[in-house]
């Protein structure tokens, strides 16, 4: 994360520029996207029995299903997105996070998932599987050498950014939990990633329902201010019901 991530984050945006497109032909007039922070929380995300088994996103389907094409994120995604915030706010009552704001982290990472043809499948894993460049000290680029034997990352020389959130290995070791009921923390994963960004950033901003708290975990993700204001421009789109 920190500086790591900032670079990582501009890699993906500025290769998946091609990506974006403008609507055309429609007839509903733009939305206003609110301006400050936190952004909005978006559509209530109802109560769900977390403790049910297999994959408990799955619960949220109904919920999501109907805005899964104006916010253009996959029901499977954007039911990790929820998932997280929703244990969150039952297990971290005090910390605020909505998400919409996981969801604005998620279109930066990785478009949801789907950067360079990768796929959200019904469990939430991401495939192929999405990794950064090698962390090799380049121009622009931090210096990490490799932490966990090519292991999680596939790169026994440097450590590389893993997964639709962009965890480095070393982050993942310490903060990655399992959100989809299999048992395995998994970085390729969106319910897991989605909650294991959910716990960090609760951890390092305290209260994001406050501008200080939002800010300072945004920082803490990824050091960069036009980041954290990337980032709170697609979450306050969600926050509207519409497309980043």
């Known amino acids: 994360m920190g500086r790591v991530k900032s670079r990582l984050g501009w890699v993906l945006t500025v290769l998946s520029a ?37 994959r408990t996103a799955d619960l949220l389907l109904a919920w999501a299903d109907p805005q899964a094409d104006a916010l253009n994120i996959s029901a499977p995604a954007l039911a990790a997105y929820a998932h997280a915030a929703a244990i969150m706010s039952d297990t971290s009552p005090g910390c605020g996070i909505a998400w919409t704001t996981l969801a604005g982290i998620g279109y930066i990472e990785s478009r949801h998932g ?36 090519g292991v999680l990352d596939g790169d026994t020389v440097h450590d590389r950014a893993m997964g639709p959130m962009q965890f480095i290995p070393e982050t993942w070791k310490k903060w990655g ?21 959910a716990r960090y950033l609760c ?42």
């Not at 789907?114 to 796929?119: D, E």
């Open 114 to 149: 789907t950067y360079q043809g990768s796929t959200v499948a019904p469990d939430g894993t991401v495939f192929p599987v999405i990794r950064g460049i090698p962390l090799d000290g380049g121009p622009g680029i931090a210096e990490i050498p490799d932490t966990d034997g």
């Open 203 to 244: 951890a390092r901003g305290g209260d994001l329902a406050t501008a200080e708290g939002w800010e300072r975990a945004l920082m803490a993700y990824n050091q960069s201010g036009v980041y954290l204001r990337d980032v709170r421009d697609a979450a306050a789109a969600y926050s509207v019901g519409t497309s980043a």
């Open 18 to 54: 091609g990506l974006i497109v403008a609507a055309c032909g429609s007839t509903e007039p733009p939305r206003d996207i609110p301006e400050g922070i936190p952004p909005g929380a978006g559509t209530p995300v109802p109560e769900i029995d977390f403790n049910a088994q297999g």
């Open 177 to 197: 939990v399992d959100a989809n009921g299999d048992a395995i923390a998994d970085p390729d994963n969106l319910d897991d990633a989605a909650l294991t960004a």
